[in-house]
């Protein structure tokens, strides 16, 4: 178990981006300052200051008013941590503002990500796709075609080799240039059935209903170009948005009225399908998560509350109900983006309150981890790694290989 030493808790200030350039954040935008505490050689030296977050709006001439004068951040950046998770801030590169609000965050690896982002339809704009070959400290970008302005429906999927697809549900815009040119594609016919190969994406298609969900093969440049080889069986409520490290792709759903869930480790050529112990209320949703021979399964109903969490420590072979709705787990009423199984054995999870919660004991109990880590709206898996959104509430997001170390995106 990682304990998190002493850490320096720095003042992080940010400043106003463009207004030209963030058309929808012209009505607020927060300055945080927190405790200040340094360490130092052998002896510690200990500062406390005071710390405020407080909204800063634009003043009626469209300017942003004066900030107050604050101390000056170390060249590390700031650094929140608490219970062994840490969130490294801003560093001394530069800011990218990008146009429009962070809708969607995909890394490849840990140095090649994307991020698209769309503005609301009260000032539509179009969308933008930025990229990243540092890990998030610089980022480049470029507007996506004009059919793109105020979509609200627009989805990301990032290939290997710089492929992308932002999706909607007329079509698509492909790239080959890590999104420097677009031009428009067909939705695919998603009729026949597809030889998935390694690349190639398994995502969630239309269905009859909320649980009759399609699962459909993902191309570089064709979205939904067809299903797998074979279905998987059971009633499919959701696909996982990325294998995991080990090459398993999960879906989650019902079979026979009770949660279960499927895994292929060959993307759809075959699948292994395993039912969830307990009775099971009717309605919800079952995710999944895994990290080597662990793997966890929520059952999630209405407002993301959650039903039942189980444990498996033998690849999704056996699961073990780890608890149900009516345990004292120590968690909020609901549960917001994706489990995160950490390499130390524990598992990380959002609350609906926008805290972080973390199990010990595969999932029987939670407590908050505390410390000075922001507060954030969900954490979401990709392909290589996790995103977290939304921290402090200011539209900001973060990145980390492990779901341990975060690195704050230096982009907004």
């Known amino acids: 178990m990682r304990l998190a030493r002493s850490r320096t808790v720095l003042l992080d200030s940010i400043e106003q981006p463009p207004l030209a350039r963030i058309r929808d954040r012209a009505a ?89 982002a769309r503005c609301g339809p009260a000032e539509p704009c179009p969308a933008n796709l930025a990229r990243t070959s540092d890990g998030g400290a610089s980022w480049e970008y470029s507007e996506l075609p004009a059919g793109s302005t105020g979509r609200q429906d627009l989805e990301l999927a990032a290939f290997p080799g710089g492929r992308l697809l932002v999706s909607h549900a007329d079509g698509a815009y492909a790239s080959a240039d890590e999104g420097r040119s677009w031009r428009e594609v067909g939705n695919g016919t998603g009729t026949g059935r597809v030889t998935a190969v390694r690349g190639d994406l398994l995502r969630a298609g239309p269905g009859g209903g909320r649980c009759d969900l399609d699962v459909q093969v993902w ?79 929520a059952v999630r109903g209405a407002d993301r509350k959650l039903l039942a969490l189980h444990h498996s420590a033998d690849g999704g072979r056996t699961f073990t109900r780890s608890l149900s709705e009516s345990d004292g787990s120590g968690l909020p009423a609901g549960l917001s983006g994706a489990l995160v199984p950490l390499l130390d054995g524990r598992l990380l999870v959002t609350g609906t309150d926008r805290q972080l919660y973390l199990s010990v004991d595969d999932g029987v109990t939670f407590q908050r981890a505390g410390g000075n880590l922001p507060p954030l709206a969900r954490l979401e898996r990709t392909v290589a790694g996790y995103v977290g959104y939304d921290l402090f509430g200011s539209g900001w997001a973060a990145y980390s290989a492990d779901g341990a170390t975060w690195r704050k995106l230096q982009i907004i």
Not at 66 to 74: C, D, G, H, L
């Open 219 to 297: 191309q570089p440049e064709t979205p939904r170009a067809g299903s797998p080889a074979t279905r998987p069986q059971l009633d499919v409520c959701w696909v996982a948005p990325a294998a995991g490290a080990d090459g398993a792709w999960w879906v989650g759903g019902f079979r026979n009225g009770h949660a279960a869930v499927a895994m292929t480790r060959d993307r759809g050529t075959s699948w292994r399908t395993v039912d969830l112990p307990g009775s099971t209320p009717p309605g919800g949703t079952v995710e999944v998560a895994s990290l080597g021979s662990q793997a966890y399964a």
């Open 28 to 116: 607020t935008r927060r300055r945080r300052r927190q405790t200040v505490r340094v360490a130092g050689g052998a002896a510690l030296l200990s500062l406390a200051a005071a710390a405020t977050m407080v909204l800063q709006p634009w003043t009626p001439d469209g300017t942003a008013p004066v900030p107050p004068p604050v101390a000056e951040a170390p060249p590390g950046g700031p650094v929140y941590s608490g219970a062994g998770i840490t969130v490294n801030g801003l560093d001394t590169s530069p800011v990218a503002h990008v146009p429009g609000t962070i809708a969607d965050v995909e890394f490849v690896d840990p140095d090649h990500g994307y991020l698209l």
